[in-house]
């Protein structure tokens, strides 16, 4: 049945409105699924701005994983990208091996080994 | 020694002795297991050294460049070290080449590093990019390994950190208890940690006293490995050169990083990024993204880098 056929009455305005926002809402739902696919697509492709390749020919120098930095002194730290950093590659989570603070007495030290 | 630090800490008794020209350490759990463990961490240290030592006449690595040129059926040790290292070069781009032995003995490590310190200051020679590890073939099937004729190869770094770990695996199960094992540093831990787990040391230097450290960190499982420019170092006419070479230049990395520590499943797997990121310099930070492991970076001005999950805290 053709719109141009329906009679002008409230009710039938009430059910144009409702099928208009059915159709914005829709319309809004698709264009941001279709955003997120392109910012997927570009985060891939785009050097430094999402590689998540392993081993160095994979790499993007410049980009950077979760980057943290203190003064050597140790006496404050802050979140920051070091310089150059294009980009979050994703990699920002702890790794599954990571360290933690410890207050006891370490039984053996890691550093350069001179001897 | 049996060390007693705190009523709250966990007693662990530590053995350590020279060997493969650094200080091997193992800690366990129960006093009464460490004699058997220092005897297994020296067992599996003169295997390791017998298969893969560049300094050893009567080393099978030996045989290898001998050989140069045709395939040689090697031990099991020395293929599991030739597979580990060549596996740390692909990954890395072949930031971590096994095959600078000519370039490192072109620089002056042509012998264990007390000897290289105790003569004068050798003259520069010509230095050059290495043949690379693409031109290293292995044969699973028949354990054999073949090298480029004029190729030398210098297992260092990834076969010192598989035998922290395989000496801790073997030992934890020998003793039937969590062990702990450092070799100049590199650190690989087996079996059940101890409450709060092992606890680490950072600092330039493996040999810094525990009260000296830059950082304490702990470790349940895996691994810990560091890597430095500032040790392991001697002088090649009137300039100071270190152990890590880049396979670019066959030279020398001009140090941007002074240390690298980071963990990983295992210290195999730890060493190959402290490594590398000494390789790559100023281009680490972008390189560690295609990485899973937690990392501290100790750049030449001293500013400290985290990352993946490396604690940044003030130091103790």
Redesign the interface.
């Known amino acids: 049945m053709s719109p141009i056929d329906q009679p002008n009455t409230p009710e039938n305005r009430d059910k144009a409105r409702s099928r208009l926002r059915t159709l914005t809402r829709g319309a809004i739902f698709a264009a941001t699924g279709a955003t997120v696919v392109i910012g997927v697509v570009v985060s891939r492709d785009h050097p430094g701005a999402g590689s998540t390749g392993k081993g160095a020919g994979a790499t993007t120098p410049g980009s950077s994983g979760s980057v943290s930095t203190s003064t050597g002194s140790g006496s404050s730290s802050s979140s920051s990208s070091n310089t150059g950093s294009t980009g979050n590659t994703g990699n920002t989570g702890s790794s599954s091996s990571s360290p933690s603070i410890s207050q006891s007495t370490p039984t053996v030290t890691s550093g350069g080994s001179s001897r | 020694m049996t060390?007693t630090?705190?009523t709250h800490?966990p007693v662990?008794a530590?053995r350590s002795f020279r060997a493969i020209g650094?200080?091997a350490?193992v800690?366990v759990q129960d006093p009464a297991a460490a004699d058997s463990a220092e005897r297994m961490l020296a067992a599996e240290l003169e295997a390791l050294d017998l298969a893969c030592s560049r300094f050893r006449e009567d080393s099978q690595l030996q045989v290898v460049h001998a050989n140069a040129g045709s395939s040689v059926e090697v031990g099991e040790l020395l293929f599991e070290a030739l597979r580990v290292a060549l596996d740390a070069a692909?990954?890395?781009?072949?930031?971590v080449d096994p095959t600078i032995g000519n370039a490192i003995a072109a620089l002056g490590y042509d012998a264990d590093?007390?000897e290289v310190h105790a003569r004068p200051p050798a003259p520069p020679q010509a230095l050059g990019a290495v043949a690379g590890y693409m031109h290293v073939q292995l044969n699973p099937r028949t354990r054999t390994v073949r090298i480029p004729r004029g190729v030398r190869l210098d297992l260092g770094s990834t076969a010192k950190a598989l035998a922290a770990d395989r000496a801790a695996a073997r030992i934890a199960d020998g003793i039937d208890g969590g062990a702990?094992v450092?070799?100049?540093?590199?650190?690989a831990v087996a079996g059940p940690p101890p409450a709060?787990?092992?606890?680490?040391?950072?600092?330039?230097?493996?040999?810094?006293?525990?009260g000296l450290?830059?950082?304490?960190?702990?470790?349940m499982?895996?691994g810990?490995?560091?890597?430095?420019?500032?040790?392991?170092a001697w002088k090649v006419g009137d300039r100071q050169v270190h152990h890590i070479v880049d396979p670019r230049t066959g030279d020398s990395v001009a140090p941007y990083w002074v240390?690298v520590?980071a963990?990983?499943?295992s210290c195999v797997?730890a060493n190959i990024v402290t490594t590398?990121s000494i390789v790559?310099g100023?281009?680490a930070?972008?390189?560690?993204?295609?990485?899973?492991?937690?990392v501290r970076l100790?750049r030449f001005?001293?500013?400290?880098?985290?990352?993946?999950?490396?604690?940044?805290?003030?130091?103790t």
Do not use: M
């Open positions: 060390c630090t705190d800490e662990l530590t650094t200080t350490t800690v692909e990954r890395t781009g072949g930031a590093l007390d702990l450092s070799l100049g540093g590199d650190v709060g787990g092992w606890a680490v040391g950072i600092a330039r230097e493996s040999s810094t006293p525990a450290v830059d950082q304490v960190v702990a470790i499982h895996g810990l490995a560091s890597s430095a420019t500032a040790v392991r240390l520590s963990t990983g499943t797997e590398a790559w100023e281009q930070l972008g390189r560690l993204a295609g990485f899973d492991q937690s100790v001005d001293g500013k400290v880098f985290s990352v993946n999950g490396w604690p940044l805290e003030p130091t």
